[in-house]
């Protein structure tokens, strides 16, 4: 080097330039080959030449120097050894970096999947990303430049970014929200954040906003919207959207005073259908009564369905109430077409109540209730009709509402007691056991019949309760007595269907088992022949599993269904007890003693012991003894006790052992 100016010492860092006294020595290692080959080139071809090279400062900072290179070559003789060179650089480090990052950030931008694009302050825009392109449309960012960047979306959502956006991004530097990105043959829902960037003064220099495609997830959000509010079998608004649907129509009518109908629809014997078809023909068979239902429906009204084979229309701006009528009609005149189930055509009819909103007070809920109950009532009736809800029902419904609400505080306050029916051997008069009976002493009102609360109690799931506590308190109770005889008494429980095919039930008896200390095998749970019937194969399971416990079974009220004693045999059961029906003319004219004493002679032969029920008077119980009946129950030995008077009564006939009892007299008498 032989000289070098100021300012070059200022741009590699150094207040003395000479090192090793070459120019190599400020030139980064890898880029003296190219200073080397310029110097070459212009020496031998006598023009200038620029290049870029980096040069180290001191501290370990590089520099960019552009370096204009020019041989001075004085004649064409000159020998390169004896050459120089006059190099004039500036450093463009500022360019370089600028240079390299905006690259950087371009690619980055190629790269990104979303949308990307910068714009000014104006709107105008100033780049697009290929993403971008290609949702708009176009093959090059060139197409679009200039545009404004708020024309590429749709005209709802370009006034709302343009107004929104841009004041947002002033004030608060970003913006979200979603906008449609309308190309040529797509328009496309965009989440979109807008970022304003600024100047050193502050003021806005340019924004860019990133767009990402929300379509899929918008439609995964609808689909749930969707299953939330639709059931998902037949399509149909389900619950939650139905009361959603009836609770506007309500408010409508009570603004507008139009009419407003509540139908509500119970399919008739969809069990049978899924018992012997299979559930899938279940499944179908709703599927169809759903069609069924919106062809007879107008479009105004909304067809749900509530759950199980619970439908529910809608129905407004009717013509009256002739007009819910009408509908009601059509509907129950739909249903009795059948089915066709893949080649099977099943019968299956439709009980549908109608409420009408009348009064100010009627809310969603009461007409839904009152449509509940009225469809209640249709099927009461036999299915296949409609009832309508009125006055009456009104008054039924209310008193079963309150009764049902007293029943569920029954057990607390101490109103739910249990009598106990003997049960003796009709020759001897020798208490074998005893039946327990709920009894409910309502304080309102005075005793409620079994035949009353027991049904409300099995619909309204309280049965399994109340059960419960009738089977405790009743063994806790014969377990004393059983103590004082010094012999095993029986006791017989009753036992609803419900409660049989609930779970839960086998749990029950093993814990009042365990803490009464009542012996399993004096225990007999009597439940009727219905469940048998509607429910075989759960009713077996739990059969069986009493059977194994150890615990007797009973068949109650036999010969009020339609089962046999064959079809009986089919599960574990150890008792009969022949219902009070048959007994009532036993030992008189007429039909009864003969099917008495097959089914007797039957039932033994099958190995069922018999007992019969309501028996009571002496003509009854004499017949009884002539046919070998085990073991009889009803008032001419007692009615069902209170504990202390069945308790006497045990010890009573204790006291006198096997003497004659009213039942040997009368035998003697018959015979
Ligand atoms: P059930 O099990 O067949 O009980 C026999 C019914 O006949 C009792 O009626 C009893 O009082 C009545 N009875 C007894 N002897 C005679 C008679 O000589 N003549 C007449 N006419 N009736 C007689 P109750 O106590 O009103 O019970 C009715 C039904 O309620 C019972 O029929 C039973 O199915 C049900 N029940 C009673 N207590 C319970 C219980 O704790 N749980 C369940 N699940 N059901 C119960
Ligand atoms: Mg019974
Ligand atoms: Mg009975």
Not at 152 to 175: C, I, M, N, Q
Not at 255 to 270: E, I, N, Q, T
Not at 283 to 302: H, I, N, P, Q, W
Not at 559 to 565: D, T
Request: aromatic share 6%; glycine share 8%; with cysteine.
């Amino acid at each position: 080097m032989l000289f070098a100016n100021p300012a070059s010492r200022t741009i590699v860092g150094r207040s003395r330039i000479g090192g090793d006294g070459t120019v190599f020595f400020l030139v980064h290692e890898s880029d003296r080959e190219l200073v080397r080959e310029a110097a070459i080139a212009t020496w031998e071809h006598g023009i200038d030449k620029t290049i870029t090279v980096r040069s180290i400062r001191p501290d370990g900072r590089v520099r960019y120097l552009r370096a204009q290179v020019r041989a001075l070559r004085e004649s064409e003789d000159q020998d390169i050894i004896s050459g120089r060179w006059f190099i004039a650089a500036n450093d463009v480090t500022e360019e370089v970096e600028a240079r390299e990052s905006s690259e950087r950030l371009t690619a980055l931008l190629e790269a990104a999947t979303d949308v990307v694009a910068v714009f000014d302050p104006n709107g105008e825009l100033l780049h697009l990303n290929r993403v971008g392109c290609r949702y708009l449309g176009v093959s090059d960012e060139a197409e679009l430049i200039g545009r404004a960047f708020f024309e590429l979306f749709d005209p709802a959502s370009r006034d709302r970014v343009r107004k929104e956006a841009l004041p947002t991004v002033l004030r608060d530097g970003t913006w979200s929200g979603e906008a449609t990105l309308v190309g040529p043959d797509l328009a496309t829902t965009m989440s979109l954040v807008v970022i304003g960037h600024r100047a050193h003064d502050g003021t806005l220099e340019y924004c860019s906003a990133i767009a990402r495609d929300v379509t899929e997830l918008k439609e995964v959000q609808h689909a749930l919207a969707r299953e939330a509010t639709h059931d998902a079998l037949t399509g149909l608004p389900n619950r939650t959207l139905l009361f959603d649907r009836l609770n506007q129509a309500v408010m409508r009518t009570q603004r507008s005073g139009a009419d407003l109908a509540v139908l509500y629809l119970d399919l008739d014997r969809v069990k049978i259908v899924n018992d012997s078809l299979g559930h899938e023909a279940g499944d179908r068979l709703l599927v169809e009564a759903a069609r069924r239902l919106e062809t007879c429906g107008r479009s105004l009204d909304t067809v749900g369905r509530l759950g199980g084979d619970e439908f529910v229309i809608v129905a407004q701006d009717l013509d009256g109430p002739r007009g819910g009528v009408r509908l009601a009609m059509r509907i129950v005149h739909a249903f009795n077409e059948p089915f066709d189930l893949e080649g099977t055509e099943a019968f299956v009819t439709a009980s549908v109540g109608v409420a009408f909103r009348v009064q100010q007070e009627d809310t969603a809920a009461t007409l839904l209730r009152d449509a509940d109950v009225a469809m209640y009532r249709a099927k009461e009736a036999g299915g296949g009709r409609y009832e309508l809800f009125d006055a009456e029902m009104r008054a039924w419904a209310t008193d079963r509402f309150e009764t049902e609400t007293a029943l569920r505080h029954a057990i607390e306050r101490e109103e739910m007691h249990v009598h106990y029916q003997p049960q003796v051997r009709p020759e001897t008069g020798e208490v074998v056991g005893f039946e327990a009976l709920a009894r409910w002493n309502r304080a309102t009102t005075g005793p409620v019949s079994p035949s009353i609360f027991v049904p409300l109690a099995e619909e309204t799931g309280l049965i399994s309760v109340i059960g419960a506590y009738v089977l405790e308190h009743a063994c806790r109770e014969a377990r004393q007595w059983t103590e004082h005889a010094g012999q095993p008494l029986r006791l017989a429980v009753n036992v609803s269907g419900r409660q049989l095919t609930q779970p839960g039930l086998l749990e029950v008896v093993e814990r009042v088992l365990d803490v009464t200390g009542f012996d399993t095998k004096a225990l007999t749970l009597e439940i009727t022949e219905s469940v048998l019937v509607e429910d075989p194969a759960v009713a077996r399971t739990r059969l069986e599993a009493l059977r194994d416990l150890g615990v007797r079974t009973a068949i109650d009220d036999f010969g009020k269904g339609y089962s046999s004693l064959a079809y009986l045999q089919r599960f574990p059961i150890d008792i009969v007890k022949i219902d009070q029906v048959f007994i009532a003319d036993l030992g008189r004219e007429g039909p009864d003693t003969t099917i008495v004493a097959s089914v007797i002679e039957l039932a033994h032969a099958l190995g069922f012991e018999v007992v019969a029920e309501g028996v009571e008077d002496d003509v009854q119980l004499g017949a009884l003894i002539e046919l070998g009946c085990d073991l009889v129950q009803g008032h001419v030995v007692a009615p069902a006790l209170p504990p202390a008077a069945a308790a006497e009564f045990l010890h009573a006939r204790d006291g006198r052992d096997a003497r004659p009892t009213a039942g040997v007299v009368a035998v003697s008498r018959v015979g």
